[in-house]
């Protein structure tokens, strides 16, 4: 193998007619701009080379990338010539090892990969021979080199994790709705700040909102419907682009809106998030409030397939995914039995209990029909009488006049930015009439679409904060609360009796099951007033009413399969018949899916008998202000077998 350094011999004489490359590389763009680095390192080499009788072929600059991994253009491109066959070149220069890598595995790799072809490796600082000693030398200062970058990236981070705690820009791009400005200079450093930026902060807000309310107050909507609205209404991004769901998504999880950016939050090298006692908070003005925020997040959460999947969303049974067992926390999921006399039962059971037994959790099962009247029962009675939600008004008028407050001053700021816009166009059209500007200039177009482009989006913002003001400006009185109260007991169940199963989740968030006798009803109080605003049109609900619709498949299989499953699960009244029924649906299914399918649903039949007993109980409701709207649900009827 090719020695890995070309260092003279002992008689003094050099190789003739070698060929030489010098690699050229500084870790940062700074010290790419001061313009000293790499024209020192260009003199030094090309002074080594000429020295020893080497024509330089090639030079390959590396203007401020770090030698900690191969990611480097220009790296790649003399890599890839070195190993041509044959290669330009035969010598690789470079001032010192540190400059062909910081990586002393990946430094040897390249190495042993040069060295197939015939390319060797000469530092004009570190010149070695090329016995074991010498070998041993150069991988003990490879091995030093990447110690020593992982020190000053460590010193490096730990300062930049401190200027992010006492307010500073590190630098990058500002989160949009905000830019960065110089706050205070400290040497020959200026350090800049995070303002907001009023342009494109009323798209910060209108995301929210649309997550929240939805448009026009139609409901909450769906992070890839909101960045279909506003591409619909041509509100752009920073530089003019189109929005996508995930810039989307983006902009409603960060906590930078709220007054918190987070540092140091994600390890780039190792491809993962960093813990949250290694983030560093920095203090920016905030955008949104944190109520806001925390209803969004609850919002996104509760639409998440990995928290609710559509079918809880979507199905029949009244409180699937917001029923759970109070002793083990886990779900409370149907179940059914049939009687002798074919009549079939429909229990919520505890999930643990129900796979395995009584030492998993000592859960109860309640009949589905009694549960679900005893929430619905209590929602309309008592959480919705209009003489305790009397006392939750001063929090909402006090909340609303401060958001319209806000409001009308941005409305202002908006219009002032408009006319200051609008101001510049004027000037500049008479300088163009005037023949003071060259009509000929490429950047004279350009700055014409930037200032119009500016001064439209002011007016759209401040139009569309106009008409959400005017449509949630009816004052809230009591009267009026006593109205929504009552619409909202009206939605709570349809025309025919049956109940109205999201406008019921939109009100209660969460129903625990204690025992027979303790059920209680779970939610906030921002999102009962928000539901009882929502229901009579003054300003959407948080969690609106979630909806989803299954589609139908398009392949024949798998429509025959759900065909197949939901007719058997009706049609079964015993053993004897679900036997016979699964079996011929089985004999006549065309494909195996179907036939899984099928055998799927006997089995689920056989194993479903249960029997409970439910006891005549008694409740009482905790205050509503002190605490989330919660209270104890009761049974009026006599247990049943």
């Known amino acids: 193998m090719t020695n890995a350094a070309l260092a003279p011999s002992e008689t003094g004489a050099v190789q003739p007619a070698l060929r030489a490359a010098l690699y050229l590389r500084v870790s940062s763009p700074r010290s790419a701009e001061s313009d000293l680095s790499i024209p020192d390192q260009r003199r030094q080499t090309s002074s080594y080379c000429h020295s020893n009788g080497w024509e330089v072929a090639a030079e390959f600059v590396e203007p401020g990338v770090s030698g900690t991994d191969d990611r480097r253009p220009a790296f790649q491109e003399m890599i890839d010539a070195a190993l041509e066959r044959p290669s330009p070149f035969d010598v690789i220069v470079v001032h010192s090892f540190s400059r062909f890598f910081r990586d002393q595995f990946q430094f040897e790799f390249y190495l042993r990969k040069l060295a197939k072809n015939g390319v060797q490796l000469v530092s004009i600082t570190q010149i070695l021979g090329d016995d074991p000693m010498s070998e041993m030398m150069r ?72 997550a929240l309310e939805g448009a026009d107050g139609r409901g909450p909507i769906g992070v890839m419907a909101i960045a279909c609205w506003l591409n619909e209404n041509n509100i752009r991004t920073r530089y003019g682009g189109r929005w996508g769901k995930g810039m989307v998504h983006q902009v409603l999880t960060r906590t930078t809106y709220i007054g918190e950016h987070r540092f140091n939050t994600y390890d780039v090298k190792k491809g993962r998030a960093k813990p949250e006692t290694e983030h560093a908070i920095m203090e920016v003005p905030p955008i949104i409030t944190v109520a806001e925020f925390e209803a969004v997040q609850r919002s996104l959460k509760a639409r998440s397939p990995k928290m609710m999947p559509p ?50 959790c000592p859960g109860v099962s309640l009949p589905m029909d009694r549960l679900n009247e005893a929430v619905i029962e209590h929602l309309e009675k008592r959480l919705l009488d209009p003489a305790r939600l009397e006392v939750l008004m001063d929090q909402l008028i006090a909340r609303r006049d401060e958001w319209v407050t806000e409001r009308r001053q941005h409305v202002a700021e908006m219009e002032r930015r408009a006319t200051e816009v609008e101001t510049k166009l004027s000037r500049l059209y008479e300088a163009i009439e005037n023949g003071l500007v060259d009509m000929g200039d490429p950047s004279l177009k350009a700055r014409i679409a930037e200032l119009t482009t500016i001064r439209d989006q002011a007016r759209g913002d401040a139009e569309r904060a106009v008409a959400h003001i005017e449509r949630i400006s009816p004052e809230i009185t009591v009267e009026s609360l006593h109205a929504f109260a009552l619409v909202a007991k009206r939605k709570l169940r349809h025309d025919d009796g049956s109940y109205a199963r999201n406008h019921i989740r939109a009100v209660a968030q969460r129903v625990e099951v204690h025992s027979k006798t303790d059920v209680r009803i779970c939610g906030t109080r921002t999102e009962l007033l928000r539901t009882l605003t929502a229901v009579s049109g003054v300003e959407a609900a948080v969690l609106g009413t979630r909806a989803f619709g299954p589609k139908w498949c398009a392949i024949w299989d798998s429509n025959l399969t759900s065909t197949i499953c939901a007719a058997t699960l009706r049609g079964l009244r015993s053993r004897a018949r679900s036997r016979s029924t699964v079996t011929k649906s089985m004999s006549r299914s065309r494909s195996p899916a179907s036939v899984r399918a099928a055998r799927s649903c006997s089995a689920a039949a056989r194993g ?34």
């Open 608 to 641: 479903a008998r249960t029997t409970s007993a439910i006891a005549t109980t008694s409740a009482t409701s905790p205050s509503l202000p002190h605490r989330p709207a919660s209270a104890r649900s009761s049974f009026a009827r006599p247990a049943f077998r």
């Open 311 to 360: 079918r809880a969303v979507g199905g029949s049974t009244l409180l699937t995914g917001i029923c759970f067992c109070a002793c083990c926390g886990g779900a409370m999921t149907l179940r059914t039995g049939t009687s002798r006399s074919g009549q079939e039962y429909r229990y919520y059971t505890c999930a643990t209990k129900a796979t395995k037994g009584k030492t998993g």
């Open 139 to 210: 991988k003990i200062m490879t091995l030093f080199d990447e110690y020593q970058s992982k020190e000053n990236g460590k010193h490096t981070l730990r300062a930049m994790n401190e200027n992010a705690r006492q307010g500073f820009w590190n630098g990058a791009r500002p989160p949009i709705g905000y830019r960065a400005v110089a706050a205070e200079q400290r040497g020959a450093k200026i350090k800049k700040k995070l303002e907001i930026d009023p342009l494109h902060a009323e798209t910060v807000r209108r995301i929210f909102r649309l």
